[in-house]
């Protein structure tokens, strides 16, 4: 079971501008891998933008002309599978030999619902896995549809088995235990939370999966924005997500992180004999596992 050097990218989208927000991605990718990285994460979101702090013209029982515009923008900025900026995304893990997850807003060819995904694709450039995150939270349901659970699986892939949640799913106790029933290793969480608390859910989730947990986050400041949507923005703090990004062993150990305040990117290395030795005493689907059962 050799050591695998995991990278993960804390930096912020281009927002609004889908092509360049991939040419970031690339260079980012290619950086991590030349520093020796194997697998590359990338946060919710990345490709397409997390749009935190727009209303897209919306409050209960009304829209705003303005806002559908907004959304527009927003629309052409998706990822749509199958398109050549989905094979450049492909091509960013075949030129660097890595395994890339990466945060994408996207879109099915003839659709006109945007979903918030994680994407996987091998170091052969194949996508392997498309989660669409089952459940946006708050005014994310606006701007994103729900995923149908099909995504939920983990990957046996030569560096481990890799799964993953977005977010907020991971307060989704069923979801987890979908991953832990296949044996997930390598747990990806993409998030958009930068808030205390969500270190103390990646250190749950490492120490009740008995799993390696990757939290990669965006650091994102109103600057970023393009200037015509930053007048939205008036009122909240300059720096709209510090980041956080953490690497988390299988004990509950932070290992790497968590990056605050800034864009950078997280190594670590990471050994799946420490996923083994950890479930010495707890194994959630093992022999740890309640199985039911009443009075004799």
Not at 4 to 20: D, G, P, R
Not at 41 to 59: H, M, Q
Not at 83 to 89: D, H, I, K, M, N
């Amino acid at each position: 079971m050799p050591t695998t050097k995991i990278a993960l990218i804390q930096a912020a989208s281009v927002l609004f501008n889908l092509e360049a927000t991939i040419e970031k991605a690339a260079g980012l990718a290619r950086e991590a891998a030349e520093n020796g990285a194997q697998l590359i994460l990338f946060p919710e979101a990345f490709i397409g933008g997390y749009p935190r702090g727009l209303s897209f013209g919306t409050v209960v029982g009304s829209r705003s002309p303005e806002g559908r515009e907004q959304w527009l923008a927003y629309f052409r900025n998706a990822l749509v599978m199958g398109s050549p900026a989905a094979e450049r995304l492909g091509a960013i893990a075949r030129d660097n030999g890595a395994y890339l997850a990466i945060g994408a807003v996207e879109r099915d060819a003839q659709g006109n619902t945007l979903y918030c995904s994680l994407l996987v694709f091998s170091p052969q450039g194949e996508l392997l896995l498309r989660h669409r995150k089952l459940k946006p939270t708050a005014a994310e349901r606006i701007i994103w549809g729900e995923g149908d659970g099909t995504g939920l699986r983990v990957l046996d892939t030569p560096l481990g088995r890799v799964g993953g949640l977005i977010c907020w799913e991971n307060y989704m106790p069923l979801a987890r235990m979908a991953l832990y029933q296949q044996n997930v290793q390598l747990y990806l969480a993409p998030t958009a939370d930068q808030r205390d608390s969500w270190q103390a859910t990646l250190r749950h989730i490492a120490c009740e999966g008995r799993c390696y947990v990757l939290g990669c986050n965006q650091f994102v400041t109103r600057e970023m924005y393009p200037e015509p949507y930053r007048k939205e923005l008036q009122g909240l703090p300059e720096v709209l997500c510090r980041g956080g990004s953490a690497v988390v062993g299988p004990l509950g150990e932070v290992a790497a992180g968590p990056l605050w305040g800034e864009e950078g990117i997280l190594y670590a290395d990471i050994s799946l004999e420490e996923v083994v030795k950890s479930k010495l005493d707890f194994d959630v689907v093992g022999h740890y596992r309640w199985r039911g059962g009443g009075r004799e």
